[in-house]
């Protein structure tokens, strides 16, 4: 077998068969495949499609790739949530301690910022002291202990995905649904859990920008998943404005923990409520998802997730201080407003520009050695459909200084587009596959 004949095959449109999936997944492994044959492959993949089978080969491929979790450990049915990637999407601060409150043992590996979409490690490592890096005992430990742990995935986790997003990232092969779930699934049957809610997201600030392709995915995600033996869901979720109104890192635990004590934005606040509904019931404490999402709302009214999210920053050494008090989060170095310059009604604020000035502004890296600014950010002051006077502050940028904060402004200004009308209010959770 050689890597030429695999290429050539995928790119007359064949249909690759284990050996060669698993062939190309190896050398690439060990480095006897060069990034531009892997390359190749992937636009061959990208252009010529993957049949289900294909995808669930790869899958298996890339998770064997490196070490399977074993958190037998682990009392109870472990349930895990993943999101597709977007932007302001704190949802896993705020659904996985809902969850744990509800009595899910919730063991999380998450991963940090790609692109313009944020990552749940980064979020977290803006507290202070807050540390990601586990091993399995400590993190076993820590879930049976006090029924949460959000960790960094470890370098040994599906391995193959790694290299091949680095890859994909830039030879333009991102986008497209079965590459996404592969790489999506690889990691989570590696990781552990018993049962997945996948949060698959749609619009112009997701990777998916029809809703049909963002179907495609979900569906072939459950697949995947329920293949594998996890019980698993997808929820497609609108990502065409940022999800609430914080983007950037210790912004948004601000407002994950102002979600936490009930006065969260509501776009937030539902869908971590259907999030950790379908957790709540994959995990068995509820009959139905429905009365998982009144679990959820119970324990947001009731302070419990508040408490568990507490307990979950001092296990891992964070300051719990934030909570009471924010202003022991990292404070950015400059502040700058953007005003809208003419009155009308929000028709649009476009996630994926939003996304882009934010990590501008120093919230995210442009390239993977790079350091972030865990203060830098964009916080909204209205939402889509909002009506707004001449002058009227749209956003606040932070960041470091006075020229860094004022360029993210002016590429944040182009995400705002106004209108005579209110645009017709869309649903924020489109469709549930099973
Ligand atoms: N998130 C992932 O983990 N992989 C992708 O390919 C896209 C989003």
């Keep these: 077998m050689n890597m030429y004949d695999i290429i050539y095959k995928k790119r007359e449109g064949g249909t690759l068969k284990q050996e060669e999936i698993d062939f190309f997944i190896r050398g690439m492994c060990s480095g006897d495949i060069p990034d531009y044959q892997v390359s190749a492959l992937l636009m061959a993949m990208f252009l010529k499609g993957m ?39 704190k949802t896993t601060l705020i659904a996985a301690p809902i969850a744990a409150a509800c009595g899910i043992p919730v063991a999380k590996m998450s991963g940090r910022g790609l692109g313009f979409t944020g990552g749940t490690i980064d979020k977290l490592e803006s507290i202070p002291g807050f540390r990601t890096a586990m091993d399995v005992s400590e993190f076993s430990e820590q879930v049976n202990r006090i ?38 699934m690889s990691k989570k049957l590696a990781s552990g859990s018993d049962a997945i809610v996948l949060d698959v997201k749609v619009g112009g600030g997701a990777f998916m920008k029809r809703e049909e392709d963002a179907s495609d995915l979900a569906e072939l995600m459950v697949e995947i998943g329920n293949t594998a033996g996890k019980r698993t869901a997808a929820l497609l979720t609108a990502m065409d404005e940022p999800l609430g109104y914080a983007v950037g890192n210790s912004l948004e635990v601000e407002e ?129 459909g909002d009506f707004i006077n001449q ?30 009308t209110p645009p017709e209010p869309q649903n924020l959770i489109k469709k549930v596959i099973e």
């Design 147 to 184: 029924g949460i742990a959000i960790a960094g995935q470890t370098a040994r986790i599906a391995p193959a995905d790694k290299k091949l997003y680095a890859i994909r990232d830039v030879t333009a092969t991102v986008d497209h649904f079965s590459l996404i779930a592969s790489s999506v």
């Design 51 to 89: 049949s289900k089978e294909e995808t669930v080969l790869l899958t298996d491929a890339m998770k064997r790739s490196g070490d399977i979790m074993d958190l037998s450990a682990i009392k109870g049915i472990k349930a895990d949530k993943h999101s597709t990637g977007g932007v302001g999407d």
């Design 391 to 420: 002058g009227d502050v749209l956003a606040s940028v932070f960041a470091a200084n006075k020229e860094l904060a004022e360029k993210s402004a002016k590429e944040a200004q182009q995400a705002f587009k106004l209108g005579k």
């Design 256 to 384: 994950a923990v102002a979600a936490l004590k009930g006065k969260g934005p509501k776009d937030l606040t539902e869908l971590c409520i259907w999030l950790s509904g379908y957790m709540i019931c994959f995990g068995g404490k509820a009959d139905s998802p429905e009365q998982g999402r009144e679990k959820a709302k119970q324990a947001l009214l009731s302070g419990a997730a508040l408490e568990k999210f507490r307990e979950l920053v001092t296990a891992q050494g964070g300051d719990p201080g934030i909570i009471e008090c924010p202003s022991r989060l990292p404070q950015p170095g400059y502040k700058a407003e953007l005003r809208a310059s003419q009155s009308g009604y929000i028709t649009e604020i476009a996630a994926e520009t939003i996304g882009f000035a934010s990590q501008h502004a120093g919230a995210g890296r442009t390239r993977k050695e790079d350091s972030i600014d865990p203060a830098a950010g964009i916080l909204l002051r209205k939402k889509t």
